[in-house]
């Protein structure tokens, strides 16, 4: 057992990141096992989600995720499986909309005003 108090903290620390680990390895798992038992959209969806969360929580190297992806989509084509079809939001075509029309309503140009020479007190 440490005595230092920061290597008390990273023992604790460590303990909640293996838990948060083990949890996200093992919905990897099931899901990846999903997919082998049945290559349908909706499994195949799930298994690609996980990997994803996987690397994104720092489980899995993202090449490894890559080539994983890579050998379930084929797998899934071999199969005549077709991927689920995801939404994509509106927002950002939105936005790129909204922001031109407030750009040409400019705001009438100031005139510049003129100095006044400075006079010295004697």
């Known amino acids: 057992m440490p005595i230092i108090k920061s290597a008390k903290k990273r023992v604790r620390t460590a303990k909640k990141a293996a838990v948060r680990n083990s949890k996200t390895k093992r919905a990897l798992k099931g899901a990846l096992r999903l997919f082998a038992r049945k290559a349908d959209p909706g499994a195949a969806s799930k298994a690609q989600s996980a990997v994803d969360t996987a690397v994104k929580k720092g489980v899995m190297h993202k090449n490894k995720a890559a080539r994983l992806k ?8 071999a199969a005549g499986v077709k991927p689920a079809a995801t939404k994509k939001t509106a927002t950002k075509p939105a936005a790129k909309k909204a922001a031109p029309k407030a750009a040409a309503k400019k705001a009438p140009a100031k005139k510049a005003v003129a100095k006044k020479a400075a006079t010295k007190k004697k």
């Open 70 to 77: 890579k050998r379930m989509a084929a797998k899934a084509k």
